[in-house]
């Protein structure tokens, strides 16, 4: 984990991919892609089937290293309908004492009803402070704001010819675009000089580059 100052608040990077911001007791959950691995399994994916609770123990780690007062999702929280994922989310979120948010996402078809059910606020984009707004998709550079979607990753090159790509907060002035969170979700290389600075995910640290 590593701490930054980002539009005046404190953030505290997390090498789940998520984001804390102390002043609002928020964490920042992005692309989870809940009911991923159920969904590929069914249709003859050689997906372990462990990789269906990896998400929620991650979930768990991260809540309780910062216990936070309310949650967002960022977008993407499942891959697609309802399956039997969404029950064992039903199930875990019960146990959780924070507020819940939820950024929709392209892959967020399940409706806002079903999610208010389960305690979930959803809406589009929320602005967070006056100017700062939180989003699925990037927006433009002059507007404030924290996002997902990309799934980004660097490509690391050693001396040798070795590659190594890893996930990466990738921070600017203005922007912010969060890792996905979920263990089976895929990445997409982005480019480093396109951001004023890149933060990697390393196994549980988190490195600027």
Not at 62 to 81: A, K, R, W, Y
Not at 132 to 160: T, Y
Request: aromatic share 12%; net charge negative.
């Amino acid at each position: 984990m590593i701490e930054i100052n980002w539009q005046n608040l404190k953030l505290s990077l997390h090498h789940s991919g998520a984001i804390f911001i102390e002043k609002h007791s928020l964490l920042l959950i992005s692309d989870v892609h809940l009911g991923k691995v159920t969904h590929f399994r069914k249709h003859g994916a050689a997906v372990p089937q462990n990789a269906v609770f990896q998400n929620f123990k991650n979930m768990d780690e991260v809540i309780e290293t910062f216990n936070p007062f309310q949650i967002c999702f960022m977008g993407d929280l499942f891959h697609s309908d309802k399956n039997r994922e969404f029950d064992l989310f039903s199930n875990w979120i019960a146990g959780v004492p924070s507020q819940f948010y939820l950024v929709r996402g392209n892959h967020d078809s399940i409706s806002d009803e079903i999610y208010q059910k389960l305690g979930i606020e959803t809406q589009l984009d929320f602005e967070l402070e006056n100017d700062l707004f939180l989003f699925h998709h990037p927006q433009e550079q002059n507007i404030n704001h924290i996002c997902g979607h990309v799934h980004p990753a660097a490509l690391m090159k050693g001396k040798g010819g070795q590659k190594l790509r890893l996930p990466c907060f990738c921070v600017s002035q203005h922007q912010i675009i969060m890792p996905a969170f979920g263990t089976f979700t895929g990445k997409f290389t982005i480019s480093v000089e396109d951001f004023e600075q890149i933060y990697l995910i390393a196994g549980e640290s988190v490195v600027p580059v």
